[in-house]
């Protein structure tokens, strides 16, 4: 009896998912959507990224695509590289803490590149969306966290083959054209951690989302490839993992849905999440004490080993590095009372800030017991900060943000009210949407 290979199971499942059942997911996917449209609202007026305007070349046909907020449209598969891009400059988009990535901002400009001149109702859209980030977490748990730590960015890697599965169920492909979109997809997935505190690290979204939109797509055209992506020899499973728990791809596959359990972690501060921890013990002590900056004598950032992997920088020489480091993060914290946008303009880091830096060091304690439920699992992080006269201390194990302290709805839109010119019409398109709006109306206010 002919047995299904694992590449063919998961195409089966991408295309039977039926995410319109759930009606959380649903909802969860339009929250998402905001906060998405938000973020690449608050980057697209920054000067020093108009030299993608010089490369890509501006279309003016019918068949174009808007890039968000900035009045220029290119065609359909250079507007998912450009809207991946904006969407992920500021590191300000949500995260899903299971897939270690940042789904949104490779699977939503994929399927805007594909949907906005087609007749999709935004509830197929929506529902595209929950499938992608679905493939997106059950391939990292797959992958193990082996693929993180050798220095892959699972935001590329793997978001390439999220957004070709998400791109594929729009489109309505056949298993055997899944099959090999995610095949397609698969040899073009890179992306190096190295990149952090750089512009290609935003790059990686957006070429992800490309790629993977280019996969779904030439797959309709019956592209010979292989479609055996997670099977064969040298498939992708063992090439990009030493310790692959293969039969986790399909397991309890929609059981829940990954975007409503554990759901998607809305960022309140434009860096790295894994400085989350910090941000909010300084903050707890900033509440409790007053902290003169020239009494602070020193500062430890107590992790347990590993717990700072994506934190790069312990002596960042741009803000733009800023963002993973917890040495900047609590200096500028400390000194502003905040986190914000503005921690992190600018060219260079001034001596004040740089002074602070150096008192501030990390620890790595293995004996410490993280909490059983901690967010991420098995993280935390402690800071001890001594004054010429006290030392005072705060530990945080659930982050702001995070699926057991999380921003409310309320609070995903406020933050979209800041940053968009069109709020209320906008707004009021995407949560009052049912299933028969066409995209199109939305689209017209981005």
Partial sequence: MYEENLTSKISK????????????????????????????????????????????KESKDKNSIKVIGKGFKTDSLNSALYNGFLGHYLDFDDVHEESRSHPSVVIFPALLSLSLHRKYTFYEFLSAYVVGVETMVKLTKALGDNHYNKGWHNTSTIGVIAASAASSYLLKSSKDQVATALGIAATTASGLRLQFGTEVKPLHAGLSSRSGVFAAQISLNNIKGSREVFDSQNNYLDV????????????????????????????????CSA?????????????????????????????????D??????????????????????????????????????????????????????????????????????????????????????????????????????????????????KDLLLKEILDSNEMTLLQSIYNKI
């Fill in 240 to 271: 990009y993992s030493d310790f692959p728990m293969r039969e986790k791809l399909i397991e309890s596959w929609g059981e829940p849905w990954a975007i409503t359990s554990p759901g998607l972690w809305f960022k309140k501060y434009p860096c």
């Fill in 309 to 422: 992997e994506a934190l790069i920088y312990k002596t960042p020489q741009t803000p733009q590095q800023g963002k993973f480091s917890v040495e900047y993060i609590i200096a500028k914290c400390l000194v502003d009372g905040d986190v914000t946008i503005n921690t992190f303009n600018g060219n260079s880091i001034d001596g004040e800030i740089g002074s602070l830096m150096s008192k501030i060091r990390r620890v790595y304690d293995p004996t410490i017991k993280p909490e059983k439920d901690a967010i991420p699992q098995k993280r935390f992080t402690i800071i001890k900060l001594k004054l010429k006269d006290k030392m005072l201390e705060s530990r945080v194990d659930y982050p702001l943000g995070s699926s057991k302290k999380p921003l409310t709805k309320g609070e995903v839109i406020q933050k979209f009210e800041l940053i968009s010119k069109n």
């Fill in 13 to 56: 499942l991408i295309i039977s998912s039926d995410p319109l059942i759930n009606g959380t997911a649903i909802e969860n996917a339009k929250i998402a959507f905001i906060d998405y449209l938000a973020v690449t609202f608050a980057v697209s007026n920054y000067n020093n990224i108009e030299v993608f305007n010089n490369i890509l």
């Fill in 275 to 307: 400085s989350y921890h910090a941000i909010d013990a300084i903050k707890s002590i900033l509440k409790k004490a007053i902290v003169k900056i020239d009494d602070i004598e020193f500062i430890e950032v107590i992790y347990p080993p590993g717990g």
